[in-house]
């Protein structure tokens, strides 16, 4: 008898600290939705978790993580937002296009969302408004639109004779019309022209740059759209073949050998994206998490560009300049 009562405490010592884990909570899932790629974006997902860190979540360890990837194709967004419903994920993370975050809002009303979106998210459609987003979307507006007019001073202080400018728009992104509106109200407002160029996709960049150098403006100014942070080494390859002094909207670009960029801090907002995703599942709710609004807007020059291009950088903008790539 002493032997078998000895077995049967065994065989419990050896089970309980499996039925132990199996009486531990599941760990809570967030669903990352980005209408890019993986092999861009991999330090803007590293930005994001640190961000969840920072609230006290560790992908692994205390939260799981479900990326999906529209790689640039816009049309798969709403069956990705789908899935992850399906998956029935704690809160949904859309830290790039608008476009993925409407697909996740039309797949539910109950899930918490959270976004990062270069435009205004109440005239997207995002929420409601700035302080109190109502409903299940909250998240971080980076301000991108509104810096366009400043891009644009740069550019025109850095080569002072362009006549004509030139610009390429997204106009799958729902802000297209706007962002076009407000650059020809700006280029206008010095009496400049800009030929304006439609892209979608990594082909149309292609073919709109091979149009724009039939007209050969005198430089490029960028909008700050999804697709084209996306797609920025294709972008700057093609500025630096053409020999086209260009503009951008997030220090990325600069960092590649874009001439010259000016923004917000996108790797910042990715961070705060994610402490508002551990806010989230903490459970705090979207509708009373106000919207963020971008803080750290960065100037950075390329000198080597600059020096390919033959390019005299004024020593006024230098001294601007939060960076200088030499």
Same mark, same amino acid.
Request: without cysteine; aromatic residues 10%; hydrophobic residues 40%.
């Given at each position: 008898m002493r032997r078998r009562a000895f077995i049967f405490a065994l065989g419990g010592a050896a089970a309980s600290p499996l039925a132990a884990r199996a009486q531990?909570?599941?760990?809570?899932?967030?669903?990352?939705? +980005?209408?890019?790629?993986?092999?861009?974006?991999?330090?803007?997902? @590293? @930005?994001?978790?640190?961000?969840?860190?920072?609230?006290?979540?560790?992908?692994?360890?205390?939260?799981?993580? &479900?990326?999906?990837?529209?790689?640039?194709?816009?049309?798969?967004?709403?069956?990705?937002?789908? !899935?992850?419903?399906?998956?029935?994920?704690?809160?949904?993370?859309t830290p790039g296009t608008p476009l993925a975050t409407l697909a996740a809002k039309a797949a539910t009303t109950t899930i918490p969302i959270v976004f990062r979106t270069g435009g205004d998210p109440v005239q997207s459609g995002l929420v409601e408004s700035v302080a109190r987003p109502g409903g299940n979307v909250t998240g971080v507006s980076a301000m991108s639109a509104e810096t366009g007019s400043k891009r644009l001073g740069l550019l025109h202080e850095l080569l002072p004779g362009a006549g004509r400018f030139a610009t390429l728009i997204d106009p799958t992104d729902p802000r297209a019309e706007d962002l076009r509106r407000e650059l020809q109200a700006a280029i206008s407002s010095i009496g400049r022209k800009i030929e304006v160029r439609n892209a979608s996709s990594s082909r149309d960049i292609d073919t709109a740059f091979a149009s724009l150098m039939e007209e050969r403006p005198d430089a490029l100014l960028l909008?700050?759209?999804?697709?084209?942070?996306?797609?920025?080494?294709?972008?700057?390859?093609?500025?630096?073949? +053409?020999?086209?002094?260009?503009?951008?909207?997030?220090?990325?670009?600069? &960092?590649?050998?874009?001439?010259?960029?000016?923004?917000?801090?996108?790797? !910042?907002?990715?961070?705060?994206?994610?402490? +508002?995703?551990?806010?989230?599942?903490?459970? &705090?709710?979207?509708a009373d998490l106000p919207i963020l609004r971008a803080s750290k807007f960065e100037f950075v020059i390329n000198l080597q560009t600059a020096k390919v291009l033959r390019i005299d950088v004024p020593a006024t903008l230098l001294a601007r300049a939060d960076e200088v790539i030499e």
């Open positions: 531990q909570p599941a760990m809570p899932v967030i669903g990352y939705l +980005y209408s890019g790629a993986l092999e861009t974006s991999a330090h803007f997902v @590293a @930005a994001f978790r640190k961000g969840l860190s920072e609230s006290g979540f560790l992908e692994g360890r205390n939260v799981e993580i &479900e990326y999906r990837w529209a790689n640039n194709d816009p049309e798969r967004l709403p069956e990705l937002a789908a !899935d992850l419903v399906r998956r029935k994920v704690a809160v949904i993370v909008t700050p759209q999804g697709l084209f942070i996306n797609r920025r080494v294709q972008l700057v390859t093609l500025a630096t073949r +053409y020999a086209l002094p260009a503009i951008y909207p997030t220090r990325e670009f600069a &960092e590649i050998g874009g001439l010259m960029s000016y923004g917000s801090n996108a790797t !910042d907002q990715f961070r705060q994206t994610g402490i +508002y995703a551990g806010r989230v599942l903490k459970g &705090e709710k979207p």
